[in-house]
C-alpha cells in the first residue's frame, strides 16, 4: 500500500480579484515542488453570491510555462483569453488552458450567474509542463461535462469521472503533455474503495467535500488533502460520509521550480524573461 507522506486541512481563505473565495489546499508557492507535476489547487467556494449587473472576478492577467484547469461545481464561469477563444465553464465542465510560451485572459461569473446569483463551487488546478513543453503554444480545451465518461464504481460505492488519463477502461477527454489522471470521485457513505494508479506517480487525494478514511488509518474531512508515496500500489478511501474527492496521479517532472506570481519556470533568468516578454507584449492582445 502507499504511504502517506503529508497531508493538511484547508487554511482560511482569500479572496482571487472579487470573484473566487479560495482555499489553497497545496501550492508551489513555497519553493516546493513535492507535487510534481500538480503545483496549485485552489478550492473555491462553495460561496453564495446575491443577483448584481456587475460580473465579479479577474481581470486581464497573464499566465506562463504551466497549465490551468478549472473544474467547476457549481456556478458559471466565463473565460476570454488572448489567442482569441473563450465561452462559459458550467457544472460538469472543465476548461484546460495551456499558457505554455505565454496567454493573457480574464475569468469572471458569466453574465446570467451574475444577474441570477446562486452558489458558486469550483477548481483550479494549475498543471506543471516538462522544460521543453514551456515554449509551446498556448492552447485551450473546452470540455463539457457531456464529453466526460463517468465510470461506476464496484459494489455501487459511487462513480468517477475521468477529465484526464484512464480509470476502469474509460480515457478522459483532456489532452496533456505528461501521463496523468485526474479523476473527479464520488463514494458514498459507508462504502470502501481501493485505487490503483500508476507506480512512479505522485499521488494526491484531494477531500472537498465529506468525511474519508485513508488507508483504513488516517482522517480526512473535506477540505483536506494527503500526498501519497510514489510506490507501494494502491490505497483505498473508506466514505465516512457521502464525500466528493479529486483524486490526482501524475508523473513528476523532477526539473527546478522557479515561480513568480502567474509565471513558473526552471530559472530566475526565464522569470526575468518572462516579465519583459509580458510588459513587452509578447503575451498578446486580449
Ligand atoms: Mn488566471
Known sequence: MRKVLSSATAPSGHWVGDGFPVRSLF???GGSNDYTPFLMLDYAGPEEFGP?????????????????????????????DSTGRGGVIRPGDVQWM????????????SEDFTRKGGTLEMVQLWVNLPAADKSAEPGYQAITDADIPSVDLPDDAGRVRVIAGSYGGSDGPARTFTPMDVWDTRLKAGKTVHFSPE???NVIVVVLD???TLNGDLC???AAQARLSRDGGGFTVE????????????APIDEPVVAYGPFVMNSEAEIRQAITDFNSGRFGQL
Open 199 to 201: 507506480e512512479g506517480h
Open 52 to 80: 448584481t449587473a456587475k460580473p465579479r472576478g479577474v481581470g486581464v492577467h497573464p499566465h506562463k510555462g504551466f497549465e490551468t484547469v478549472t473544474i467547476v461545481y457549481q456556478g458559471e464561469v466565463e473565460h476570454g
Open 239 to 250: 466514505a465516512e460520509t457521502d464525500a466528493k474527492l479529486l483524486i490526482l496521479a501524475g
Open 220 to 222: 480526512l474531512e473535506g
Open 98 to 109: 495551456t499558457a505554455a510560451n505565454g496567454i493573457l485572459h480574464k475569468e469572471f461569473h
Open 27 to 29: 501550492s508551489h508557492m
Open 210 to 212: 465529506g468525511k474519508v
